[in-house]
């Protein structure tokens, strides 16, 4: 078995000391009470840092940071997300004339956050605050693919059947979920009702972890070839915009 990684237990250290002490502790007291060179102490406390789990404050003292604090206890807020999202959303519906929509999991389903109506269309119903189904939409199988939550949200239940195209065998989703995760994004055709489609790429936070999902959703002759397959350009387009809301919340930047 391999050995554990040091870098990795010196920074569990010096969070587990920082929480055990009620005043900050200077570069100083962490790297002596850990015997650690100070450079070292320096490294994985810029480290920390970044990440949100260590506050440095105006003395240069170090603290617990408030998001490991509250690490398991809050969720990404939804007006956080839309306000972080709202203008890659806009341009995403303007560069492809489609319908663009924002979803993140939350309280067993996949929320709607924001949602951009198509170009040129006809009457259309804002569906911001609505649940999409996980198993049946590009957006939801996203959320499935990477939130551990909404994998166990959508398989420890039966499937529903909405169409004739809607995948309700278990092991058949457990498939293309791991086919999501290596293509990068999803697509359902005619999965939720007759005529649809949608192409969905997940949005990562600093850390990588996926906290929403974006996509278009539109008539299957718009979005699909003529095989039914997803428009590579219009997959493309849906990626950028996952990048780029995705950087939003620190994802990528060095």
């Given at each position: 078995?391999?050995?554990?990684?040091?870098?990795?237990?010196?920074a569990?250290?010096?969070?587990?000391?920082?929480?055990?002490?009620?005043?900050?502790?200077?570069?100083?007291?962490?790297?002596?009470a850990?015997?650690?060179?100070?450079?070292?102490a320096?490294?994985?406390?810029?480290?920390?840092c970044e990440?949100?789990?260590?506050d440095?404050?105006?003395?240069?003292?170090?603290?617990?940071?408030?998001?490991?604090?509250?690490l398991?206890?809050?969720?990404?807020?939804?007006?956080?997300l839309?306000?972080?999202?709202?203008?890659?959303?806009d341009?995403?519906?303007?560069?492809?004339?489609?319908?663009?929509?924002?979803?993140?999991?939350?309280?067993?389903e996949?929320?709607?956050?924001h949602?951009?109506?198509?170009?040129?269309a006809g009457?259309?119903t804002?569906?911001t605050?609505?649940?999409?189904?996980?198993?049946?939409?590009?957006?939801?199988?996203?959320?499935?693919?990477?939130?551990?939550?909404?994998?166990?949200?959508?398989?420890?239940r039966p499937?529903?059947?909405?169409?004739?195209?809607?995948?309700t065998?278990?092991?058949?989703?457990?498939?293309?979920?791991?086919?999501?995760?290596?293509?990068?994004?999803?697509?359902?055709?005619?999965?939720?009702?007759?005529g649809?489609?949608?192409?969905?790429?997940?949005?990562?936070?600093?850390?990588?972890?996926v906290?929403?999902?974006?996509?278009?959703?539109?008539?299957?002759d718009?979005?699909?070839?003529a095989?039914?397959?997803?428009r590579?350009?219009?997959a493309?387009d849906?990626?950028?915009a996952?990048?780029?809301?995705?950087?939003?919340?620190?994802?990528?930047?060095?």
């Open positions: 078995m391999p050995g554990s990684v040091q870098s990795v237990e010196r569990a250290a010096i969070v587990r000391l920082l929480a055990a002490e009620s005043e900050p502790l200077a570069l100083a007291q962490v790297a002596g850990l015997g650690l060179a100070k450079p070292t320096h490294g994985l406390l810029r480290t920390l990440v949100e789990f260590v440095r404050d105006e003395n240069g003292r170090y603290r617990v940071g408030r998001d490991l604090l509250q398991g206890s809050t969720q990404l807020d939804v007006n956080e839309r306000s972080r999202a709202i203008n890659w959303t341009a995403l519906a303007a560069r492809t004339g489609e319908a663009a929509r924002v979803a993140m999991f939350r309280d067993g996949a929320v709607v956050a949602h951009v109506f198509r170009v040129g009457h259309q804002l569906e605050g609505k649940a999409v189904p996980l198993h049946a939409t590009a957006l939801g199988k996203v959320l499935t693919a990477f939130d551990p939550g909404a994998a166990r949200a959508a398989l420890d499937l529903e059947g909405l169409t004739f195209r809607t995948v065998d278990r092991s058949t989703l457990v498939r293309e979920l791991a086919d999501i995760r290596d293509v990068g994004y999803a697509t359902a055709v005619e999965e939720s009702a007759p649809v489609a949608g192409i969905a790429a997940p949005v990562r936070d600093r850390g990588g972890y906290v929403a999902a974006i996509g278009i959703g539109g008539p299957v718009s979005l699909c070839d095989r039914g397959r997803p590579s350009r219009l493309e849906v990626l950028w996952a990048r780029a809301i995705s950087r939003e919340f620190g994802h990528g930047r060095s």
